[in-house]
C-alpha cells in the first residue's frame, strides 16, 4: 500500500468515525475549521524540520511527489486523521461524562498547596 494511499483512507475513517461511529459532527462545525489552520502551521513547522534536515526520508515512489515545507502532502491528510480522531474521541467521552481526576477547574495538589498559602 503506498503512503498516499494509507493517508486517504486514514482521512475517510476518520471522517466516517467523526460523523457516523462517534456522532460527534466535528468536521462540521466552524469552530473547528477556524481552529484548524493554527494545527496546520505547526505541523508543516515540525514537517520542515524533520524532512529538510533528512531525519524522515520518504520513497519517492510510495508518494504522490508534492510538498509543502519538505514534506509530502499525504502528510497533512495524517494529520487531519489524528487530530480528528483524537479529538472526536475526546468528546464523545466527555459527553459520556468519563473523566479522570482531577476534575477540570480543581487544578492539581501542588496548585491547591500553592494557593493555600
Same mark, same amino acid.
Given at each position: 500500500? =503506498? ?12 471522517? +466516517? ?11 462540521? %462545525? ?19 524540520? +524533520? ?9 519517492? &515512489? ?22 480528528? +480522531?483524537?479529538? =472526536?474521541?475526546?468528546?464523545? +467521552? ?8 482531577? %476534575? &477540570? ?13
Amino acid at each position: 500500500m =503506498s503512503y498516499t494511499l494509507a493517508a486517504l483512507l486514514g482521512t475517510v475513517g476518520a471522517v +466516517l468515525v467523526d460523523l457516523f461511529v462517534l456522532r460527534t459532527r466535528l468536521v462540521r %462545525r466552524a469552530v473547528f475549521w477556524a481552529t484548524y489552520p493554527i494545527i496546520i502551521g505547526f505541523q508543516l513547522l515540525s514537517n520542515g524540520i +524533520l524532512t529538510g534536515r533528512h531525519i524522515v526520508i520518504y520513497d519517492p &515512489a510510495a508518494i504522490v511527489g508534492w510538498r509543502i515545507a519538505y514534506a509530502p502532502v499525504e502528510d497533512l491528510f495524517f494529520g487531519f486523521a489524528m487530530v480528528l +480522531l483524537t479529538l =472526536s474521541v475526546w468528546v464523545w +467521552l466527555g459527553r459520556r461524562g468519563v473523566q479522570r481526576e482531577p %476534575r &477540570a477547574g480543581e487544578g492539581s495538589a501542588l496548585l491547591r498547596r500553592l494557593l493555600d498559602r
